[in-house]
Structures are given as C-alpha cells and as structure tokens.
C-alpha cells in the first residue's frame, strides 16, 4: 500500500468524513473502494472500445444488386 496526501477544504474534508462514517469505513477506504470503481469502469470502458474497435467493416448486400439512391434512402413517405 501506498500513502497518498490530498487537500480539500474544511466543508469538503467533513462531507468526507460524514459519507465514510455513514458506512463504517475509515476516509482511506471509502476513497480507495470509489477510486478501484472508477478503474474498473475505466478499464472495462477501455476493453469495450478494443473489441469495437476490431469489428471489421462489412460490405453492404443490396436487394438484387441494386444500390438504393439518396431519395429512396430518406423517402419518408409515411409522414407526407
């Protein structure tokens, strides 16, 4: 383990000391269990956009070979 020294303010430091008590924890360990959190939503955020990322485009498969045009891909026909 690692000591790492921070400053808040005074309103800021007691808001700590109140959310941590709240759950019988010291300030160390509330901070340490919200900073592992953020980490692993980091990380996992991370690992999802690598799997994306590596998804290779497809070709796209018209109907009959024909490729639709501007007109008939915003036709809202429906809303006329």
Not at 16 to 22: D, G, I, Q, S
Not at 57 to 63: K, T
Not at 75 to 80: A, E, F, I, M, S
């Given at each position: 383990m690692r000591n790492v020294t921070i400053t808040l303010t005074e309103e800021l430091a007691l808001w700590?000391?109140?959310?941590?008590?709240?759950q019988d924890r010291?300030?160390?360990?509330w901070l340490a269990t919200?900073?592992?959190?953020?980490?692993?939503?980091e990380d996992d955020y991370r690992s999802a956009m690598e799997r994306t990322l590596a998804i290779k485009?497809?070709?796209?498969?018209?109907?009959e070979g024909h490729r639709p045009t501007r007109d008939e891909l915003h036709?809202?026909?429906?809303?006329?």
């Open positions: 700590l000391r109140v959310r941590a008590a709240e010291s300030v160390s360990s919200l900073i592992e959190g953020m980490k692993l939503q485009p497809r070709q796209a498969e018209w109907i036709d809202r026909g429906g809303l006329r």
